[in-house]
Each structure stands twice: as structure tokens, then as C-alpha cells.
């Protein structure tokens, strides 16, 4: 039942509508011409932990710690509501004797009291403190998704821009660019609900594609350790870039080679910044590892992403047995 529903039974039976409104889940209130509570039901004393004693007779903007005592309400109350049908769901944030901090919506309409003989005031006030929470939280993921969203384009962007082209057929470029984008939607698609990923679940999910080969690629087990949507996605992407050179020129391009990965946790002790992961890339029997002249995408990307996005480094030694890379960034 709504406020119009008790609005037309006040009107025809009062009797029938003092029964009605002592049914009533939400908290309503009767107010005379003077804002003053003449009535209240059940629901009203019980939202609020009050009693008839310290409502009946007491002007509503006196009503607990005088949360009620806000002058934009007054106005519509005083002012407004007189000239028009009705105040439907003002909003009003306050901390509430013994219920706390309480988001309230207040709907009020003007009516003719048939016992009274005299216009007084129906309101009915609706705790909406989860909903707001909820229309709170939902805008945040909204946002964060939104902010995601630009963020993946923008990292599809990069992919596509830096995948190099000289030299290059086109089925070339096209195997290069999707290898790295299947990274991204790998990395993304492990993330549970919670946004966040395990570490040895991006490690397999990401080399996945370049274990069906005669090398092998042996990943040791390590501390279970969760990352964060914002750490899985560039983990995941400077991983490939390891495996994809490890493919092209490291252990991995010749049958008796060999890539092994482990990781631990450092203590916060250990460090200035407090705990951090530390993963490190080994491969051998491959050919020996030799600094490139120039840096390429995949090394820019490996050191963007370990110092921007992850707040870490990544450390590359060229060996005569292979590459070495040590990655290390902050604990979630």
C-alpha cells in the first residue's frame, strides 16, 4: 500500500485507516498544520528505537537530534507542498539515534482529516541507506569498467602500432599482433569475480600456446600468490614477450632447450616499500643471449609495464647459456 492508497482511506474511513497504517512496513508519520506528530504507527517506533512518548506531540524538526531540522525540507513542507499534490521522496543523509548513519527518503501529502475536520499532513519516510550503497557501488563499477575499457583500447592500440612491419608479409604482422592481443584476453579471462587472478594460473594460461614444442618450459611451484586485474594484465603481457623471443632466438628455438620459472615473496622487512614478488626467467641450452643494438617493442613494453603499471622493474642479464630476466614489483 502507497501513500495514495492511504491517502484515500483516510479521506472515507478513518477507523478502517488507523488499522491499515498499523500494518504498514515503512515508517509513517501525521503531522498537523503546524508540523507537529499527532500520529505515528508501529513501523515508525521501531526504525527508529523511539517511543510514542518522545514523538506524539513533538514538531517532526525536533524528532531524535534534530536530523529532520533541514531548512530546504522545511520549505517544501511549509511552502511548497500546500501548492501541489505532493513531496515524493526527498532525500535526507544523517546519523540517527541509536540506528546511525541512515540514508531516508521522505514523501509527504497533504489530506483532509475526517475525525479532525481539519488538512493535515500524511509522510511516510523509507530507509533507502542499502540502495543508495548499492546505486553508490554500481556507478563505481560502471566507472571502473568504463576506465578498463579505455585502458584495454589503449593497449590494443599499442599492440597494434608497435607490432613492427618492416619487413614483414602481412600474415606475418597478423600472427604477431593476434599472439600478443590472445595474451591480453588470456590474462583478462583468468580474473575471477573478484578481479583478481593466481599467479601460476596467468603463468599457464599465458604460455599455454608455446608449450607444444620440443623445449621444454618447466614452471616451479611457488607461494600462492593473488594479483590484481591491474598487475595481471601487464604480468601477462611481459610474460608473452619473454616466451615470444625465447621462441624467435632463446631456449626455446632449439629442441635441447630449456626455460624455467619460479617465484617467491620477499617480507616486508627485505625492503623500503614492503613486500613484493619477485618472478625470475631462466632459460638454457639455447643459443647464447646477446644484447640487442637497438631496443624493440618487447623490451620497451617489459620495462613500461614492469615500472609504470606494476611499480616495479625488470632486470634482463644476456648469457652465454641464454637470456635471464628477473621481474620483481609490489605485493597486492
Known sequence: ???????????????????????????????????????????????????????????????????????????????????????????????????????????????????????????????????????????????????????????????ARQTHVEGRSAEDYRTAFLSRFDTLARSIDISNRNGTADLSKLLLAVLEPFRNRNAA??????????????????????????????????????PDGEVTIEWWETEAAETKTGPQIVLRWTERGGPEAVKPDETGFGIRMMQFAAKCDLGGSVELTYGTEGLSVMLTFAKR
Open 1 to 159: 500500500m502507497d501513500l495514495d492508497d492511504l491517502y484515500l482511506l483516510l479521506r472515507g474511513a478513518h477507523a478502517q485507516a488507523q488499522g491499515v497504517m498499523d500494518t504498514v512496513r515503512d515508517p509513517l508519520l501525521v503531522l498537523d498544520s503546524s508540523l507537529t506528530v499527532i500520529g505515528a504507527n508501529p513501523a515508525f517506533y521501531r526504525t527508529f528505537d523511539t517511543s510514542p512518548d518522545a514523538t506524539i506531540n513533538v514538531p517532526f524538526t525536533e524528532l531524535g537530534q534534530g536530523q529532520w531540522k533541514i531548512k530546504e525540507l522545511a520549505v517544501l513542507l511549509e511552502q511548497v507542498l500546500p501548492r501541489s499534490a505532493s513531496v515524493v521522496d526527498y532525500e535526507v543523509t544523517g546519523t540517527f539515534p541509536v540506528i546511525g548513519h541512515r540514508t531516508m527518503l521522505v514523501s509527504a501529502q497533504r489530506l483532509d482529516h475526517p475525525t479532525l475536520g481539519r488538512r493535515v499532513l500524511l509522510m511516510t519516510i523509507v530507509d533507502a541507506t542499502e540502495k543508495k550503497r548499492a546505486s553508490e557501488k554500481n556507478e563505481i563499477l560502471i566507472g571502473e569498467l568504463h576506465h578498463r575499457v579505455k585502458n584495454l583500447l589503449a593497449v590494443t592500440r599499442a599492440i
Open 217 to 254: 618450459i618447466i614452471v616451479n611451484d611457488g607461494p600462492q600468490t593473488e594479483l590484481s586485474i591491474q598487475q595481471t594484465v601487464p604480468a601477462g603481457m611481459i610474460l608473452h614477450e619473454l616466451a615470444a623471443n625465447a621462441v624467435k632466438h632463446g631456449a626455446l628455438s632449439v
